[in-house]
């Protein structure tokens, strides 16, 4: 077991280290120098050009040498420091990310939690019911190929806009501000449930047909065919193959976390629901660079945990794991 | 006899692959899409970006998709924009597949010490949200076209063919006739690309598949973002340009509901299709 979570930790280390690295990279190395890109596109008078431009200049600390700049950049890291926001200016870069943060765990959390249950589930059922296999899998098959904006904006067109039952911007009424009161926080489900279903409808379909294939796969092997010819009550024998298909699924879901953060950061922008991903299209759109690269450092850092903490459950689930019989 | 043999194996895929519902289907619908995405930019006048019409029209005879908020032509949108959405799967999906490939199958031969070094960037690449990598680079390019979407997106979508392809390798290069290669003192490079890439091409193909999907779906998202080609067309941009300019809030589904139908259709059917061909490839699978 420690020999599995040393293995992965050091992995995640590198991980780090390598995007922290290509956060400081890219706008150095990229063609160009992104200090007048970024003046250029802003279009401004000479003089206060040149003001910018030295006022970046310090910021990115551009003057100093290279290994300097980049040990820097990792000193600042540790501080917290990742820069003032062009865009929302002077607020830090730290504070902007720091309230996003619980719109998208409120978001996500759910979201990818009851999905993966409720897909492996009905995955589950799916396998040995010919009826629900039929309707499920090409109903899993379009939502799991559907863009998570797609999906999130034909629900808020459907419920929405048409039928005018839900409201499509925002994460609380324009008229209300965030206190805790009953009022308010049923305002805030109501504007929760149209982005949370978008993301779980994307991600149910998937898990549901992960799940579905995997039963199949695993009533077909070996030790279900034994147990058949032993007698054993189908029940059974599809308990065993339900805790099997399940490990694949645990790995997909780390693997897939980051094309779910990323579905939420489209669906979020649909719905101007104020998370992460609505911040990146609003520095997209301003050309806030520091901005863009904390969320960066944000999302990865996010992911990792959640992929340690898959981990860890891992080790629970799979007593292979806790043997040291696998490397990986 | 010998030359006889091959053909024989063909006919026998092309049978079952006829006979594969879950093929036909996916295949006629990713044929369609592509026929559309060839001819339907020439069936129309205007250009995607110009400004050829009242704003805000549902769709008629005149403009069959209807018209967005500025009046340019969806019709004309749409199919210039399935035109990117193939090249960026095409070129995307190949980069994705040939990376994933070379870096399987090196690891999965060579073992060792390429295979811990190559197994850790697998993994590190792998944990990495492509679409946080892809968002800081588009970020910093000031000019970005289609192509170069494509490349970037095709060089961090890798690592998960990378590896099922180093596993499918491990379980080959222990069999006889890869023994039998070796002792015939054949280079690594000749016995990886003639002995064992060869028998896996099945497989092969159905990562690319899966990499041709994956790629349409990122830049999707990327051009959603607004990260996307600064010039040209695409069904993202189109979503983009929808929800920013209030698409939403004025009911025009005609703007709205289209690009990322067509996206949820093709890369709908390239799953269908990557199941049918499964089947087709493994005989354990097929239906009788």
Known sequence: MRRYLGRKLLIYLLTFFVAVTIDWLIPRFMPGNPVDTMLARMALRADSAEVLRSYYIRAFKLDLPLWQQYLNFWAALFRGDLGISTWLFPQPVFQIIKRAVPYDLFLLLPAIILSWIAGNRVGAIAARVRWLDNTILPLGYILTASPYMWLAIVLAWALGNVAGIFPIAGAYGFGLRPHLSWLFIKDLLWHWFLPFSSLFLVMFGGWAIGMRNMIIYELESEYSRYLESLGTPQRLIRKYAFRNAMLPQITGLALQLGGIVAGALATEIVFAYPGIGYMILNAVQNQDYFLIQGCFLFIITGVLLANFIIDLVYIVVDPRTRLGMTGE | ?288
Do not use: C
Request: proline share 5%; glycine share 10%.
């Open chain 2, 1 to 288: 006899m010998a030359q006889e043999r091959p053909k024989e194996v063909r006919s026998e895929f092309l049978y079952f692959a006829l006979r594969n519902r879950k093929l036909r289907v996916g295949l006629g619908i990713l044929v369609f899409f592509l026929l559309f995405a060839i001819i339907g930019p020439f069936l129309t006048e205007y250009d995607p970006n110009t400004y050829a019409g009242p704003s805000a029209q549902p769709p008629s005879s005149e403009f069959w998709f209807g018209t967005t908020t500025f009046g340019q032509d969806v019709y004309s949108q749409f199919a210039h924009g399935l035109r990117s959405t193939f090249i960026v799967g095409l070129i995307g999906g190949g980069i994705g597949t040939l990376v994933g490939v070379v870096i399987g199958l090196l690891a999965g031969y060579r073992g060792g010490m390429v295979d811990e070094i190559l197994n850790m960037l697998t993994n590190i690449v792998l944990i990495i949200p492509t679409l946080s990598v892809l968002i800081i680079i588009a970020a910093y390019l000031a000019v970005r076209g289609i192509l170069t979407e494509s490349v970037f997106i095709g060089l961090t979508a890798w690592p998960w063919a990378a590896r099922a392809i180093r596993a499918q390798t491990f379980s080959l290069r222990t069999r006889e006739f890869v023994d039998l290669a070796r002792m015939s003192g054949r280079s690594s490079l000749r016995i990886v690309f003639t002995e064992i890439a060869p028998n896996m091409m099945s497989y092969l193909f159905l990562v690319f598949i899966l990499q041709f999907g994956g790629a349409i779906l990122n830049a999707a998202t990327l051009d959603f973002i607004g990260l996307g080609p600064t010039r040209g067309m695409s069904l993202g941009l189109m979503m983009n340009n929808a929800v920013l300019w209030a698409a939403l809030q004025l009911g025009m589904w005609w703007w709205l509901i289209p690009p990322g139908a067509a996206i949820a259709a093709i890369v709908g059917a390239l799953y269908v299709m990557n199941v049918g061909l499964d089947e087709v490839f493994n005989p354990k699978l097929r239906e009788m």
